[in-house]
């Protein structure tokens, strides 16, 4: 079992950056993968990135390549989403997720454990 909490969130001007952060609890941390997802109002919830087992392989979604940054620290049980270069676009509440692999995966519908979400907001 896993339990995932994030923080990091917040009001941030367009251009600006973020880094978001994702506790994890249990002694299998290493064991999962870890991903990133995103839901705005009204929409449904959208992969963002991924990493793997020791963190040597990541996969974003093509909207945030090249802003976005998926890491992991297997021994401080965390995973981060540094985002760079935030559009409006980007705002949502962000979700980390973790599922055993050994796989990518970007359906949702994949992923076994949840964070509670941290809102992400911005402006123009």
């Known amino acids: 079992q896993v339990q995932l909490v994030e923080s990091g969130g917040g009001l941030v001007q367009a251009g600006g950056s973020l880094r978001l952060s994702c506790a994890a609890s249990g002694r299998t941390f290493s064991s999962y993968f870890m991903g990133w997802f995103r839901q705005a109002p009204r929409k449904e919830r959208e992969f963002v990135a991924t990493?793997?087992?020791?963190?040597?392989?990541?996969y974003y979604t093509d909207s945030v390549k090249g802003r976005f940054t998926i890491s992991r620290d297997n021994a401080k049980n965390a995973v981060y989403l540094q985002m760079d270069s935030l559009k409006p676009e980007d705002t949502a509440v962000y979700y980390c997720?973790?599922?055993?692999?050994?796989?990518?995966?970007?359906?949702?519908?994949?992923?076994?454990?949840w964070g509670q979400g941290t809102q992400v907001t911005v402006s123009s």
């Open positions: 990493i793997s087992w020791s963190g040597g392989s990541t």
């Open positions: 997720a973790a599922r055993p692999g050994p796989r990518f995966s970007q359906s949702y519908r994949d992923y076994n454990y």
